[in-house]
């Protein structure tokens, strides 16, 4: 892609100064919705604190408390008041690109026993996975392009938290609900546990519109259990150590990740930091890649990316800033050749902080050169490539958190360097701290994917056109679709007399002469149906398919 505006500017000059003007919009991105697990993360602005840690400073979530619920089922979320708060905030916050669920703890875990048998206790999981799954498809409903993500849940320390309450255990909050369990092990329930989460997980596989990051065993593997767990089976074993993603279902999750209240230690819930490390795990594994605008590239660990210093010395690191008496800059290549041919409006670089050495020369913005094809003499970081202007050259702005080790920063391109971004081959980039004075900082290098520098574009939006009287919605929605033996309708506050299911030679044959939320269809027999919904004032009809 080589556009006009690149020709002209080439033409009259190799280099253009642009200035930057550091600020930006927030919007938010994730809705997040669900039971006590919802409702902490809401109150502890989880996922603003890992947006502003990975760089995405302009990106925040939304909840509420009709939509955070402590102690909320999933039952709740298949009634009205919370799906029309759902409906709204989606149609009202366009910009939400993903729902973060966090359901299904209080239906599986909460109703099972250890006496239930194998056959029970599968009833009570695919009851709760349909329920589950009704949200899902309700959602798609109402913005089909959405994203789901379920939030999974970390194993629970009942036996070691509430046996330090001793002698006064039976006093413990959680103690009912142990009890009301029967007292199961960590095995039990953490094989209970991931017996379920299995089969979400499964179904993200299926659907790409699903994502779930199952890591239950995530706590042990951060925090380990250092001191020796105060019951059976006992024990140490040091942080990072434990496999994920089911470590040893043998062991809670420790207890220091769990909620301290001072007097009392929450055996299910997450600490500040256990919240955050579930979070920022997901965002490694997914949201960061997901939330990349509409096309990334990754700089690799190879001879193209790595510093240059004013002496002429090259290096692998990614070092910025002044050492030993010399300015070091930040090279970095992206192959951008799988770019679309269009419209860029948007650009930023994403690097992760590895260290820093006599302080950190990050500041609001760093002088950004820009060129397409390689800097310097050729390929390889050489001396030229210190000195050289490239096409472009100017003040870019700096976001992000960068207050410790394994924050990012986004460098977000000046505008006037966006007309100049090409997909002919290799776009370089050199990167300088504008006052650095014996301050060092190392971003991570391509070594680690997940952990490489990201050049990330946007482009043009493109708008598909909407006849002047096409309905944009529907006055009922009727989920899942397809569906089982039970049918949900949503109704959006219209009211309605008579339901009738019609199937496709004619014949009506299911009807209710009242308005309900649900309808048994399980004696349907499988294939397409309409489902005509009449009042007073209109006739509404919709299709549905039985499984």
Known sequence: MKNLLLFTTLLFSTTFTSFAQCSEDIEPKVLLIGDSWAFFMNADGTFNNVFEHWGQSNMNFYSNATLSVNGARTEDFLEEARMTEIENQLDSKPSIEAVHISLSGNDFLGAWNV???????????????????????????????????????????????????????????????????????????????????????DASLSDPQIDFVHVPALMQYVYGQEDPLGVDPGGTYAPLTQPLPYGDVTYPSPKVSMRDYGLVRDCFHLSVDGYYSMIDYQFQKFYHKFFMDDAYFLAELDENNGAISSDGDTNTDLNMGESGGDDEKVILSFNTTAMADTVITGASIFLRRENVDGGDPVGAEVELTMKNGFLGAGEAIDAADFSDEGDITGTACVFGLNEEDTDWIRIDLPEAFLPLISNDGVMQFSIAAQDASGELITFTNGDVEEFAPVFNVKYKAEFASVEENEPLVNDFIVFPNPAKDQLNIYTKGKSYDRIEIINLQGQTVLVSNKAVNQLDISTLNAGQYLIRFSSVERVTVQQFVKK
Do not use: C
Not at 119 to 139: N, P
Not at 151 to 164: K, Q
């Open 115 to 201: 006496d239930l048998t194998p056959e029970e206790t599968e009833e009570l999981s695919d009851e709760t996975y349909d329920e589950v799954f009704a949200v899902v498809d309700f959602i798609k409903s109402v913005r089909p392009d959405i994203q789901i993500v379920f939030s999974g849940y970390m194993y629970a320390n009942f036996a070691e938290v509430i046996n330090d309450a001793a002698p006064l255990e039976e006093s413990h909050p959680f103690y009912g609900n142990w009890e009301e369990m029967g007292f199961p092990t960590f095995e039990q329930l953490n094989s209970l546990l991931n017996d379920f989460s299995d089969r979400l997980y």
